[in-house]
Every structure is written in C-alpha cells, then in structure tokens.
C-alpha cells in the first residue's frame, strides 16, 4: 500500500449568500444596518449555503481520482479548498507533496502580450520556475502547433489557438499532485484527443491526480477509483465504473422524470435507457462505439397501455444538430411491458467524436414520446480520414488504395 | 512526461530535495497573524513575472509608448512653472521654479500612479486570484515595484534637468534611495489597506482619487514646505511623502530642507501604516477568493 497524498477530515465551506450577490457598496452595507440593525444579522444567518458539508476522503500516491457530480454540488469548491484558494469553514486537510491546479486554462494570460510571453507567465502563476518554462518551452510550443504564431499577442489569436496555448502550458506543469478541473475538452477533436492522451500520460505518470469532469468517458478512462458528490456530501465512493455507472443512472432517470411536459399524467410509453450491444458487457464501453464495423444499438421501451399503428422513428446527431442518418417504422403494434428495439449495422463509419441517438414513437392520437437519448455516444474509433482536419468530412471510412499499371 | 524526481528544478526550488516531500495542513481561518515570509520568498520568480507584466503592458497600443513616462512629468512641471512660478510666483527656495517642482513631481508621480495601482490590483486579478493559489501579498508588492521602472525612467530625465539648469549633484545625491524606499514603503503601508478594502468594497475605487488629491495639497509638490507656519509644521512633517519631497529636492540639489527631526516621527508612522496593512492584508486575504 503506497504513502497517502491527500487526507481531508470533514471539510465544510459555507457561503454568505447574500454577500457576493449584493453591490458590494459600502453603502448598501451601512444602509442596511441603519435601516433595521438587527436584521443584518438575521438576514446573514438565512442566507448562508454549505457549498459542502462534511467531506472526508482518502487519496493515496499515484492514484487518480475522478470527481463526478451534478453542477453545483460543491466539486469545485473541494478542488479550491485543496488547492488553498479558499480556506474551508470547518474540518481539515492534509497534502503531502507540491500541488499544482488547473481549474481553468489560460490562468493568467494576458490578451496583450505574445503567446510566447503568455507561456513564461502563466507557467509562473501555476507555480512554475523560469528555468522550468524555458526548458519546456519547445516542447510547449509543438504541442500547441503554434510555431509560427508565438510571438504573435494572443488577442489576435483564433479561440482554438488561444485554448491549445493555454492547454500546453497548464499540461507541462509537473507537481507532484495535480488537481484537473473540466479542463480537457478544448480545441477541435482532434486536439482533444491529444489533450486526452496528454492526461492519459499524466495519469500514468505515477502522480496523484484528482480530477473533475463532465465527461463521464473521460472519467472512466483516466481514473481507476471515484467519488460521487451530491449537495456537499459524499454520495459513493469506489471503484470508477461503479460508482460513474450509480451516478448515470441516478441522472438519467432524473432527466427523464424533470423533461417538461411528462411529469404528472402516466405516458402511454416510454423510451427507458439505450446500450450498444457487443462489447463487453461493462458499463464502460455500452456508450461508446471503438470501431467503425458491425454495430448493434438497443432502446428499452415501457409500455404502459397498448399500442396499435405505432410509428416509431430513429435520428442520429452529431453535437452540431447535424443529422446523420435518420429512419422511420410504421404499423407497429406494442403490448404493455418493456420492449427492447435492436438495431443492428452491418458498418457504421462514424468520426470520432460525440453523437446523441434521438428515437421517438408516435400513434393515432399523436406523440407518444420523444426522447434525446442520455447519455450521449462517444466514437473512439480510429480516423480513417486525411491527416489534415479541412479535409475530414462526415464519414470516416477505411479503404484500401490498389494501383497497378494497366498498359 | 518527466516523473517528479527526475524534476528538479521544481522540486528545489519550490519543495526543497525531492526526497522530502512538504506536507501541507489546510485549516479554517485563524484569528491570529500568519505572516508566511518564507512562502513569499519562494514565489519570487512570480513576483519578478508580475511585475515584468505589468511594465510590458501599461504602455501597449499606444503610439508613443514609454515616452509617456517623459511626458507627463514633463508637461506637468511646464503648466506649473507657467501658473505657479511665473504667474502665482511662489517662493522655490532659491531654485528655478521648474527645478523645484520637477524635482517633486518625479517621486509624486510614482507615489501617485503606484498608490492607486496598488489600491485596484486585487480587483484587476480576481480572475487569476480565484483560480489558483499564491501568496496574495505579491499582487500589491508587484504593482508597487513596478512603478519603480516608470520612475527611473522619469528620474533619469530629472537628473539631465537639473544638470542642464547648473545644478551640479551633490553628496546627499547618494541619500536618495532611501528617500525612495520611504516612498515605496508608504505606497505598500496605506495601498495593503485600500487593496484589501477595495476587494470588498469598490466604493475605495471612488475614493482614492481624491486622497491622492488632498494629500498632493499637503505635500510640499508646488509649494515649499516653509511656507507652512512654524506652529503647524510637527503635524505637517507628520505625512511622510513631506519628508519624501523635502528629501529630494535637497537630495538632488544639495540646497532646501534637510530632514528634519518630523522625518523620525513620519518614519515610525510608516512603518506602523506597513506593519497595520500586512495584519488587515492578511486577515482579509483568506476571504478574498470568496468575496472579490
């Protein structure tokens, strides 16, 4: 068993409400306290939030750790206690080793200056040395491919450079604990491949990361233990696919309880929960596709009351609501009970990046359900296409190359 | 990547040997004073970045660049003369009149420039103060260094001034720095306060320009200090920048007020405002990520 890195005791932060919401004028202060005295009191002791309430966890050397919660339960605020932007309210940590954080990218850079300057200074506000920068500078700048435009100020940067700059410099620091917050989804896919690879290596490093992410992929794949946070408190700490899995299947059926219009009167039928079949029967690869071969992808529908001349329709997107494919049934008759609805390709050359399933079903009296399938599916699959992004299109399409001289 | 201990750069200069690891205990506030010099001293390369910043930046998109730290002083002292020397025709100690108050002007514009850099600097960095930890105490100590540049620059000009007018340094020109050093510490002293209060209260932004109004009226910039009645003069020597301003006009020309003993008691006000700004710093800095 290796030496633990982070200890935290029962960490609580509480937040005056009304403090950072108010003007911040002296005025409104003095005010007030002249207008009822006694009520500023009260209205602080109403107003206060526990942005987190008793958290104690154990991280030990060269684990990586992934945060997961809904927005707002208090993810970010462990990650500023631990990285001692602010202090906790109650409880205590201990941190055995540098820590460096990366709660946003692009920390301290500045519009005016060259991205050559950007790099030294934000280097230094994320606790990097001179020495350090300078010896990772090349390094920094061919990651970011910006060769050709580091003396260039970054205002005049594109939004992608600007993110690619800012993501090389936060990904060549080297603390011996590094706390990730959301950071990695930057740049065009391809660069977030790179990102991620860049994290993969991190996390392999043998350093002691605590990450928090969105992207439930992204948890799976870089950490090999979670925590799931709610409201302030631990919710389930364990090993990454057990408790990401508890904590997708916690969200999505709360999505589909809160979509407008569905709470209340009960649904002739529903559209549950969708997997991709094959694979391995982990949850970790049922969203996500790693080849562009055979594919089988399964809704579950409930059924509450019987249906006859069902029309059901199926639409793949990418995130840019482009449709990709659609298709649609009609004359389909269901019983009440749960039904799965397979469909299988035989090919399904897909780029990599992220698509979201929408299936719907209708009959005679209209809209039956229409849902945005949760979560979304992430294409791993190798890229078949031109090496240079301007010219990768829709379909990602292997094929072989046969020239042969014909007279 | 590089594993930590093949590292050691970071490791030396931040962590001592790589061998033993810093062990940090993350508390609630303390109500007493915890003053982390060392901290300070190992964030120093953020403090010479920060202050390299601000330099590279404050004359960027102009047209004429540094030479606005030439101008100002220069056009100030100009208008002066004409209304003040010329016209109003107050007494400059022997002096031409553009010499005395060029000789005022340079260190009034540093105190001047740096006192309200220093009072905005926690709010012009609240991005980067609530994403990642330093120690807070450099962002008023980088501003108010970084004036110092813009000084040099100025003082340069004052120096060829004053040659030009036949003035030829004297010995007490070697006593200037710490007529600076006074100055600077003033800046740090009252800015520690107005930084940390502006971080809550933006109404300090109104404010300050004003004090820097009543407090020029106080100083000895356009007028000299011996036309304030004897009487009065204990609580005159009182504000520091008078002992600053006395200081170099007789500094850099040899003639005019050598600091008197007032100077003592403007020293011990100083080090009293720097002691008092780094303990109400220091209070306010644990909840300034939260409330900036």
Known sequence: MTAVAIQADGLSKC???????????????????????????????????????????EVREGEVLGLVGRNGSGKTTLLKILSRITRPTEGWAEIHGRVGSLLEVGTGFHPELTGREN????????????????????????????????????????????????????????????????????????????????????????????????????????????VWIDAGTVSQVGSTPEVVGAYEAAMSS???????????????????????????????????????????????????????????????????????????????????????????????????????????????????DLWEALPEMLVVAPNYQHAKDEWNGVLNLPCTLDIKRKG | MASVTSNPPVANTLAGPPSARVTLRIEPPRRWFELRLEELWLYRELLYFLVWRDVKIRYKQT?????????????TMLVATLFFGRLAKLPSQGLPYSVFCFAAIVPWTYFSTALANVTSVMVDNQRVITKVYFPRLILPVSSALSGLVDFSIAFIVLLIFTFAHGIRPAWTLLLLPLFLLLAVSTVLGIGLWLSALNALYRDVKYLTPFLLQFWMLASPVYYSSSMVPERYRWIYGLNPMTGVIDGFRWGLTGTGHPPSSSMFASLGIVLLSVLGGLWFFNGMEVRIADRV
Not at chain 1, 23 to 52: C, H, M, V, Y
Not at chain 1, 297 to 319: E, K, M, R, T
Not at chain 1, 354 to 359: D, F, M
Request: proline share 3%; charged share 20%; with cysteine.
């Open chain 1, 119 to 226: 790099a030294f200074l934000s280097g230094a506000i994320l606790g990097m040395t001179k020495q350090e920068i300078a010896r990772k500078f090349d390094e920094i700048v061919a990651f970011a491919e910006l060769e050709k435009f580091i003396d260039t100020a970054v205002k005049h940067y594109s939004s992608g450079m600007y993110v690619r700059l800012a993501f090389a410099v936060a990904a060549h620091l080297e603390p011996e604990i590094l706390l990730v917050d959301e950071v990695l989804a930057v740049g065009d896919i391809r660069f977030q491949k790179k990102c991620l690879g860049k994290m993969g290596d991190v996390a392999r490093s043998g350093r002691t990361v605590i990450f928090v992410s969105h992207q439930l992929n992204q948890i799976r794949r870089l950490c090999n233990r979670a």
């Open chain 2, 63 to 75: 047209a004429i660049g540094i030479s606005w730290v030439i101008i100002q002083p220069l056009l």
């Open chain 1, 254 to 368: 709360n999505d589909r309880q809160t979509e407008p219009g569905r709470s209340g009167a009960k649904q002739t039928a529903q559209f549950l929960s969708w997997k991709i079949v094959g694979g391995e029967e982990e949850s970790d690869s049922l969203h996500r596709l790693d080849s562009v071969g055979q594919t089988t992808v399964s809704f579950l529908l409930q059924v509450n009351s019987s249906i006859q001349h069902g029309q059901h329709g199926i639409a793949l997107f990418d995130l840019d609501r482009r449709l990709m494919w659609a298709y649609s049934t009609d004359g389909l008759s269901f019983d009440p009970g749960i039904h799965q609805l397979a469909y299988t390709f035989p090919f399904l050359p897909l780029c990599p990046k992220s698509y979201n399933w929408q299936v719907s079903l209708w009959d005679d009296t209209g809209n039956v």
């Open chain 1, 15 to 57: 937040y005056q409400r009304g403090m950072a919401q108010t003007s911040g004028l002296l005025r409104d202060t003095i005010a007030n306290a002249f207008r009822s005295p006694f009520r500023l009191f009260q209205r602080n002791r109403k107003e206060t939030f526990w942005a987190l309430n008793g958290v104690s966890l």
